[in-house]
């Protein structure tokens, strides 16, 4: 059985995570977000808010997300207001190469989780 399935039939209370993204002018790793809320949908057991349904309930999230320039406290009162417990921030930005950060951040305490930063060659072929 599927682990959110799992969950859910044993009565378990779900995490809500938001799944937002910061791009900063990059075409490639196109709707990355969207592809990685999907995956934690399927195999993950949280409740997902994934990129559209933000959008759907805080039409200016991705200027609110930029104005916040990945300040922990500004992105979980982003989370607070999207009804999250925590907060998956997708990071895209390129100087050269591209480079991919993921950041977990707990809604209530204000804080950073565990963070993976990547960087991928330009050249290569990341779409």
């Known amino acids: 059985m599927a682990l959110p399935a799992l969950a859910a039939e044993q009565g378990e209370v779900r995490r809500r995570v938001a799944v937002l993204e910061h791009r900063a002018n990059v075409q490639r790793l196109a709707r990355l977000a969207e592809r990685l809320a999907a995956t934690l949908e399927k195999t993950a057991a949280f409740v997902v808010i994934d990129p559209e349904e933000a959008r759907r309930r805080m039409s200016d999230i991705s200027a609110e997300v930029a104005n916040c320039a990945g300040n922990t406290v500004c992105i979980s009162r982003l989370g607070a207001e999207l009804h999250a417990d ?16 993921l950041e977990r951040i707990d809604v209530a305490h204000h804080s950073m989780g565990p963070r993976l930063a990547e960087t991928l060659p330009a050249d290569q072929g990341t779409r």
């Open 86 to 101: 925590e907060v998956l921030l997708v990071g895209v930005s390129q100087l050269g190469d591209v480079v991919l950060a």
